[in-house]
Structures are given as structure tokens and as C-alpha cells.
């Protein structure tokens, strides 16, 4: 079994911008896809993002225009671009693999206010 590492998160303000890493303990290469998803409090995860070995990628409407996901096989990592930031966007986010499809990171906490 492998690891998932997120981190990247913290506080900004409205229409500000973070990036997120999803680190793997394995090579990010030998997964189909890689996507990301979010918790908000009292809600579902919901997926929002996701990149193919082949840097295909698609987005949930809640996100599009705003966020980007991309790859980098160098230091094996995944990324999220978040940018214009809206208070909705508050949640722990979470990157996941359907190559490994029971394990989890602990998750970044995102806290988007004023």
C-alpha cells in the first residue's frame, strides 16, 4: 500500500490563490489518473479535478475557469492551482487515485475569508 501527501493549504482572502502538491509514495507514472477532491464541513467529498498519464484533464463547474491541475514526473508530483478564490472554496482537499482506491492523505485544510 502506498501514501498520498497533500499540502500547499492555509488561510487567503477572497480572490486570492494557493497551490496545492500531491506527493504519492509511488511514480506518479504508473497511474491512470490522478484527481482532486474536496470536503467541505457538513458536506460530501466531492470530486472537482483531474489529470490523465496522458495530462488530460477535467474539471467540475464548480471550479472550471478557476482552478488548474497539471503534473510533473521530474519531482513526481500533481498540483492544484487555485485561483480567485471564493469563501465556498473553504475545505479540506484531497488528492486520490483509483490505482489505489481505499487509501487517502490526511488532506490539506483551505480557509478562503476575509
Known amino acids: 500500500q502506498g501514501t498520498l501527501v497533500e499540502s500547499g493549504g492555509g488561510l487567503v482572502q477572497p480572490g486570492g490563490s494557493l497551490r496545492l502538491t500531491c506527493a504519492p509514495s509511488?511514480?506518479?507514472?504508473?497511474?491512470?489518473?490522478v484527481d482532486w477532491y474536496r470536503q467541505a464541513p457538513g458536506k460530501q467529498r466531492e470530486e472537482i479535478a483531474g489529470?490523465?498519464?496522458?495530462?488530460?484533464?477535467h474539471y467540475s463547474d464548480s471550479v472550471k475557469g478557476r482552478f488548474t491541475v497539471s503534473r510533473d514526473p521530474g519531482p513526481n508530483e500533481v498540483y492544484l492551482q487555485m485561483d480567485s478564490l471564493k469563501p465556498e472554496d473553504t475545505a479540506v482537499y484531497y488528492c486520490?487515485?483509483?490505482?489505489?482506491?481505499?487509501?487517502w492523505g490526511q488532506g490539506t485544510q483551505v480557509t478562503v475569508s476575509s
Open positions: 489529470i490523465t498519464r496522458e495530462s488530460v484533464t
Open positions: 486520490h487515485t483509483n490505482s489505489w482506491p481505499n487509501i
Open positions: 509511488a511514480s506518479i507514472s504508473m497511474f491512470y489518473r
